[in-house]
């Protein structure tokens, strides 16, 4: 057998492991010659810039760094990060002595870190980033990712107990889930204080608000998970709170769907919204969120009010277009599936939404890299090989449970009464690719089935022995572990399974998670998670020049096959439909105990029906949750129906493009040049003179957009024409509230006000010379077709919409520069990625919405991690 081989750290891949994952030295007064160091080259407070390199002479505290480049840098050493560990040999060591510290004897010791550290060789196991960088580094760093802690007690003494559990948690690191629903509505009697509550989405903001102070105050950004239950008064405003610009802007938001939801929707029923009655004797000492229990116990429920469930449902998937909030978690269903239903139910999920867990309960994860599991060969998986690994990475988590500190005892009694662990996967996308099989193909399903049934059963077989040698987790129930929805599927195509369990137990409640893996995966140099690669080329600016640069499988395949196109099973994510991804997350899902972190990425003139059909599928599918993200959505552009009403409804003055159509119709209607320049008269005292200067804009405008790829995302301009020269620009790049979105509007406007205001002459001339050439981070394309900003591109549009040209082929990647006529109709292009956003850690525009989470392709930061 022959699997891929161990290679060195470098480039991006060493930078990651050094700056997040080996061990630090906290002195660097400890810095000499010849040290291999991260060293600021960039010190910018929102946006630092790091690289490694090597000390070649040191002066008191002046330090001269030769950069992997060959460059030598001058810096002090409080710019320096020196590491304990240099190399991923020296990381294994570590991680595989301390998980195997906890063994029983010197004999299992010995024995376990050889077996740890043979998991750990070539990253066949790659830890959760908190294990890696925590495992005997420290007793204060917890090695667990992320935390559910109970709903709020309701009363102001329980918002603010829960507020400082999220602190802490976020100060060490960890992400926390919380579910709101425990807190009453807004409006409702405060009875204490003879006054009325400002509802759970109000608390909400308290939460995300604080969690923006950990954001900016520490090294780590904190992550935040809000839900709210379907029977809750406040859910509509919890539904459309993103729309109100900063109410709650540091928290990914869900709603729990139950099945009795569902079932309303799709037999269009009412539904009512609901809250315990809080005058009950028993309220503050039995309300917790449940409403199960509540009603279960006989206690009184408060009808608030009655809704179509169908209009429910619809504003949840028209935010969800917009904006790709809030996801969706089938509560309800994942309590039914989940193994811990007799005794500790499922409130909330972690802010990737990949763990669903109980009040208190932790996320514990590690990620197999399948990448590494290629028979050439036999042109296979090496099946024997991944068993024995499943079988040692299972050990080496439930191992962790036991070597972290806990810094609640509430999390350590949870936690070691259930031994919940989350073993996943990455490098699925390479593994597919080097098997010939195209993600999101029927066949690809067939295997996805096969692949993750065989790691479901080694996973609790492996579990089973553990359980043998040393005791199943205390709240096992051998008669009801096994009813839960999870284990009757798995033991129906598995006998052997339930018969190890019946008569070994099981160790661990849950074992199974696909968590995101964005900074690990990125550091490994394969694809992350469950996803398939986002791109295989882009384009990277260095000291060297402008070069185009390949994922390493497809640059295999280039270097083999010069000159031929990458075959059809080298797919992308914008390359599979929506329904591919919900297809392959579902057949994932089936042999998964907890859940996935997965985004369906949909193209820009995905329309809010088809969102609710990708919806309601997830939900057949038997997904536990499910979050889209539809290229380039925008927050408040008008929605349609579908695209038959887009058609009918498009003015003949309007761009032939759906998304410049739509912000062309928002902006033009209200006019913002019309009414600067008014206030501006009004200021100045000039009227006059702006009325005679200033060309006003007419009802109906006719014009061009040009569709032109740039460094920053695709770029849609939109000309329209003034007396026979261009009077007005908008340009729109990315998401609405992104940063690029943002700048690109204000230069459209600048740009039209300029246009419009005073003589014009020689002025659309006098504009293409300035922006034209500006240059930045990177660019696109080459020669002609070279587009150095979306200020380059503009000037771009500008020249053809003088010209009056139409380019009739333009290659890759500026394929998609297009002149647009309203009259004329036009085929339907493919879509391009243009979710880019900046990222907080490296500045560049390469923010990515991927694994249910924004994670940055360039630098691998990760907003979950």
């Not at 990060?81 to 294994?92: A, D, G, I, N, S």
């Not at 096994?482 to 160790?507: D, Q």
């Not at 369906?600 to 038997?622: I, M």
């Not at 520069?817 to 956003?837: F, G, I, M, N």
């Amino acid at each position: 057998m022959k699997t891929a081989q161990k290679k060195k750290l470098e480039g991006l891949s060493e930078k990651i492991f050094l700056d997040r994952y080996a061990m630090k030295d906290a002195d660097t007064n400890n810095t000499k010659v010849g040290d291999v160091v991260l060293v600021l080259t960039k010190d910018d407070p929102k946006f630092p810039a790091k690289e490694v390199g090597e000390v070649v002479e040191r002066s008191g505290r002046q330090v001269k760094v030769k950069l992997r480049s060959g460059e030598i840098v001058d810096s002090e050493i409080e710019k320096l990060t020196l590491t304990v560990e240099k190399t991923p040999e020296q990381l294994w060591n570590r991680l595989a002595k301390a998980m195997a510290s906890v063994e029983a004897t010197p004999e299992k010791k010995k024995e376990w870190t050889e077996k740890f550290r043979y998991v750990l060789e070539d990253w066949k196991l790659v830890p959760g980033g908190r294990i890696a960088a925590g495992a005997d580094a420290s007793d204060e760093l917890t090695l667990f990712n992320c935390y559910v802690i109970p709903s709020p007690k309701d009363s102001r003494g329980g918002i603010m107990e829960t507020l400082s559990q999220m602190t802490e948690i976020m100060s060490r690191g960890g992400g926390v889930g919380i579910n709101l629903s425990s807190l009453r509505p807004r409006r409702a009697l405060v009875k204490g204080v003879n006054g009325s509550s400002s509802g759970a989405v109000s608390w909400g903001g308290l939460f995300s608000y604080t969690t923006g102070l950990i954001e900016q105050g520490g090294s780590r950004r904190g992550a935040l998970m809000l839900m709210i239950d379907d029977w809750h008064p406040d859910l509509m405003n919890f539904i459309t709170v993103k729309s109100t610009m900063g109410q709650v802007t540091n928290a990914n938001l869900s709603v729990c769907v139950s099945n009795g939801f569902m079932k309303a929707v799709k037999e269009d029923l009412d539904w009512d919204l609901v809250f315990p009655d809080t005058e009950d004797p028993d309220y503050n000492a039995v309300w917790d969120g449940n409403m199960a229990k509540w009603k279960g116990l006989g206690k009184p429920v408060k009808h608030f009010r009655t809704v179509k469930a169908r209009e429910v449902w619809h504003t949840i998937i028209e935010s969800a277009w917009k904006s790709a909030e809030p996801g969706v978690v089938f509560m309800e269903y994942y309590n039914q599936m989940s193994n811990s239903w007799y005794f500790n139910p499922i409130i909330c999920t972690n802010p990737c939404g990949e763990q669903g867990l109980p009040a208190w309960g932790v996320c514990n994860l590690s990620a197999i890299n399948l990448s590494k599991f290629y028979d050439e060969e036999k042109h296979d998986v090496a099946w024997e090989e991944l068993a024995k690994v499943v079988h040692y990475s299972v050990r080496f988590l439930d191992n962790v449970i036991d070597k972290t500190p806990y810094h609640f005892p509430e999390n350590e009694a949870n936690q070691k009464n259930e031994r919940r662990i989350g073993l996943g996967s990455m490098g699925l996308a390479e593994l597919m690719i080097r098997l010939g099989i195209r993600y999101g193909s029927a066949e690809s399903l067939k295997f996805l089935d096969k692949l993750y049934g065989f790691i479901a059963r080694e996973s609790y077989l492996a579990s089973a022995d553990i359980a043998a040698e040393k005791g199943s987790f205390p709240m096992y129930d051998p008669d009801k572990f096994l009813l839960s929805g999870f284990m009757k599927n798995l033991v129906s195509e598995y006998p052997e399974v339930g018969a190890a369990i019946k008569k070994k137990g099981v160790r661990n409640v849950t074992i199974l998670t696909q968590a995101p893996t964005g900074s690990t995966g990125t550091m490994v140099d394969t694809s992350t998670g469950i996803e398939p690669y986002f791109a295989f080329e882009y384009y990277r600016q260095s000291r060297l020049g402008f070069d185009k640069q390949y994922v390493p499988i497809a640059q295999e395949w280039q270097d083999q096959h010069p000159g031929e196109p990458l075959p059809d099973y080298y797919v992308t994510s914008m390359d599979l439909s929506a329904e591919d991804h919900i297809r392959v997350q579902a057949a994932i899902q089936r042999w998964v105990d907890s859940s996935i972190s997965k985004t369906a990425n949909c193209p820009n003139d995905f329309t809010v029906n088809e969102t609710k059909d990708l919806y309601e599928l997830a939900f057949d599918l038997g997904c536990k949750g499910v979050t889209i993200y539809r290229d380039g959505s925008r927050d408040t552009q008008v929605l349609q129906l579908d695209k038959k009403d887009k058609e009918e409804k498009k003015d003949a003055s309007a761009p032939a493009d759906d998304s410049a159509e739509q912000a062309t119709a928002s902006s033009a209607e209200s006019d913002p040049f019309e009414k600067l320049t008014g206030s501006l008269a009004v200021n100045n005292n000039e009227s006059s003179v702006i009325d005679t200067e200033y060309r006003k804009r007419p009802q109906v405008l006719r014009g061009s957009t040009y569709k032109i790829n740039t460094p920053l995302g695709m770029a849609y301009i939109t000309i329209n024409d003034l007396n026979g020269t261009p009077g007005e620009i908008f340009l729109n790049v990315g998401k609405a509230g992104s940063d690029v979105f943002a700048m690109a509007e204000a230069l459209g406007r600048v740009c039209s006000l300029f246009l419009r205001y005073g003589d014009h002459g020689n002025k659309v001339n006098l504009l293409i010379k300035h922006l034209k050439g500006i240059g930045g981070s990177g660019a696109i394309g080459f020669g002609a077709n070279r587009v150095e900003s979306i200020a380059d591109a503009l000037a771009k549009a500008l020249e053809m919409h003088m010209e009056g040209h139409q380019p009739q082929h333009i290659p890759a990647p500026v394929q998609a520069v297009q002149v647009s006529d309203p009259t004329v109709s036009h085929e339907p292009t493919k879509a391009v990625p243009t979710s880019t956003d900046l990222c907080p850690s490296c500045g560049s525009a390469s923010l990515i919405n991927s694994e249910g989470c924004k994670n940055c392709a360039n630098c691998g930061y990760s907003r979950c991690s």
